[in-house]
């Protein structure tokens, strides 16, 4: 599975901004979805995972409150709802997968190119 992560640019803090993760084919049911993000000079940090069959989210404790993850079974697409976006949140967004839930990026594969996003204060 090839995943393609879109829809960053540029906003001001307070902001919202609508990501999406476009999977090449199907994705299974046991499979664990994941957003990641990593700015630069830093690891990359666990964003949200979402399991595909039963739609549990789960989300890093930066974003909680202000980032929603959902999913489209029948496109293959994960989305990533950034609300209330602050500086901070600057970093390359990147969406991957997994066959279990895990808040490491080595649990995860299939990694896109990512999408950039800019908050500025």
């Known amino acids: 599975v090839q995943l393609q992560a879109s829809g960053g640019g540029l906003v001001q803090a307070g902001g919202s901004l609508r990501l999406s993760c476009a999977a090449s084919s199907r994705i299974f049911s046991s499979h664990v979805m994941s957003w990641f993000r990593q700015a630069p000079g830093k690891e990359r940090e666990f964003v949200a995972a979402?399991?595909?069959?039963?739609?549990?989210?789960y989300y890093g404790d930066s974003v909680k409150g202000r980032f929603t993850i959902s999913k489209n079974n029948a496109e293959n697409t994960m989305y990533l709802q950034m609300n209330t976006l602050k500086p901070e949140d600057t970093a390359v967004y990147y969406c991957?997968?997994?066959?279990?839930?895990?808040?490491?990026?080595?649990?995860?594969?299939?990694w896109g190119q990512g999408t950039l996003v800019t908050v500025s204060s």
């Open positions: 979402i399991r595909w069959g039963t739609g549990l989210t």
């Open positions: 991957a997968r997994g066959n279990s839930l895990g808040y490491r990026s080595d649990n995860y594969y299939g």
